[in-house]
């Protein structure tokens, strides 16, 4: 019985080590590649198609809209000088005027939509505020809306900041859908002109994690605001594990070879979870030399850019370096 637990005990731990430490082929790398790349945009389509996300999409492409967020050419959220006190009231989208027209008083913003697209729809906008930065913009320092559909909630946004010297120094943000949850914490130290940054980042979606990062930085403070030293990441991405360092204190911006130099003081491994190393993400020239950008290095050596493999991560996690 002994011998029998220990050649189960062996068994579980060889299993473990394979896990972790084997090495996918090219063919069994790119083949990983491209399922996380399928996984993220189908995943993404979904959601899109969720009534809440129709909703943002629709008041934020309303043209003098009461609403504090819009998407700027690139097609990302930014901030906008918005006084919540200002816009307090009840407003109904007209389809005939294409705007929102104020119908009634509150304490609160109420956008109400109800058209072939949205049914019964209330945004409700129930404390924003805002307070400047370094950069001259206004930053969110609290930010609470709700959707509700026929009255019943389906989507809440609960955003807190606090602002120290002119830069973000702690956030927490919560969101929740009727099958999703998103919560993110960031915290800034300082001491001197070093610092610390940590940020943790969770996305559940049916209660099971598809999206977990966490960063851990050094960081320094100049007039402009700070900038980083060294940075550890661990994110787990659909099954996938991206995890490493950069030192960034090391890496030379202005060597002819930058690419050379970031590579020599950057370890960022890639894994699928439960097979093996898929392989390392690096820095390599594109473009007749000219221009530098991710590549996936994997196992025999070989690498190819990685936003050939994954151009959804490519677009919106896209790193800069």
């Known amino acids: 019985m002994r011998a029998l637990a220990k050649l189960f005990l062996f068994t579980v731990v060889s299993i473990l080590i394979s896990c972790n430490n084997g090495k996918l082929s090219k063919k069994d790398a790119e083949r990983?590649?491209?399922?996380?790349?399928?996984?993220?945009?189908?995943f993404g389509a979904e959601l899109n198609e969720a009534t809440e996300m129709k909703a943002l999409e629709f008041v934020m492409s309303a043209p003098e809209n009461p609403f504090p967020v819009y998407k700027n050419t690139n097609r990302f959220i930014?901030?906008?000088?918005?006084?919540?006190?200002?816009?307090?009231?009840?407003?109904?989208?007209?389809?005939?005027?294409?705007?929102?027209?104020?119908?009634?008083?509150?304490?609160?913003?109420?956008?109400?939509?109800?058209?072939?697209?949205l049914k019964d729809i209330s945004i409700i906008i129930n404390d924003y505020q805002t307070e400047k930065v370094s950069s001259g913009e206004p930053f969110p320092k609290v930010c609470q809306i709700e959707i509700t559909q026929n009255k019943k909630t389906i989507w809440e946004f609960d955003f807190t900041s606090k602002i120290s010297n002119?830069?973000?120094?702690?956030?927490?943000?919560?969101?929740?859908?009727?099958?999703?949850?998103?919560?993110?914490?960031?915290?800034?130290?300082?001491?001197?002109?070093?610092?610390?940054?940590?940020?943790?980042f969770t996305f559940k979606y049916l209660l099971k994690t598809?999206?977990?990062?966490?960063?851990?930085?050094?960081?320094?403070?100049?007039?402009?605001?700070?900038?980083?030293?060294?940075?550890?990441?661990?994110?787990?991405?659909?099954?996938?594990?991206?995890?490493?360092?950069?030192?960034?204190?090391?890496v030379d911006p202005t060597?002819?070879?930058?690419?050379?130099?970031f590579n020599e003081n950057s370890?960022?491994?890639?894994?699928?979870?439960?097979?093996?190393?898929?392989?390392?993400?690096?820095?390599?020239?594109?473009?007749?030399?000219?221009?530098?950008?991710?590549?996936?290095?994997?196992?025999?050596?070989?690498?190819?850019?990685?936003?050939?493999?994954?151009?959804?991560?490519?677009?919106?996690?896209?790193?800069?370096?």
């Not at 990983?32 to 189908?42: A, F, G, R, T, W």
């Open 267 to 321: 370890n960022l491994e890639l894994f699928e979870n439960g097979r093996g190393k898929v392989g390392d993400l690096i820095l390599a020239t594109v473009e007749n030399d000219e221009l530098v950008d991710y590549h996936i290095q994997f196992t025999d050596k070989s690498k190819a850019l990685l936003g050939s493999y994954l151009p959804v991560f490519n677009k919106f996690i896209n790193l800069k370096y």
């Open 78 to 117: 930014s901030t906008k000088t918005f006084d919540f006190s200002q816009w307090h009231g009840i407003y109904e989208w007209s389809d005939y005027e294409k705007l929102f027209k104020k119908t009634g008083d509150s304490k609160n913003i109420i956008l109400q939509i109800d058209n072939s697209e």
């Open 255 to 261: 060597a002819q070879d930058y690419a050379a130099s």
């Open 166 to 200: 002119n830069l973000p120094e702690d956030l927490k943000l919560r969101i929740k859908g009727e099958s999703y949850q998103v919560n993110a914490n960031l915290k800034r130290t300082t001491n001197g002109d070093s610092g610390k940054l940590f940020v943790d």
């Open 210 to 250: 598809l999206i977990k990062s966490k960063l851990d930085c050094n960081i320094g403070y100049s007039r402009q605001g700070y900038y980083f030293k060294q940075l550890k990441l661990d994110q787990l991405l659909f099954g996938h594990h991206l995890a490493g360092d950069i030192d960034y204190a090391k």
């Open 32 to 42: 990983s590649l491209k399922v996380l790349n399928s996984d993220m945009i189908n």
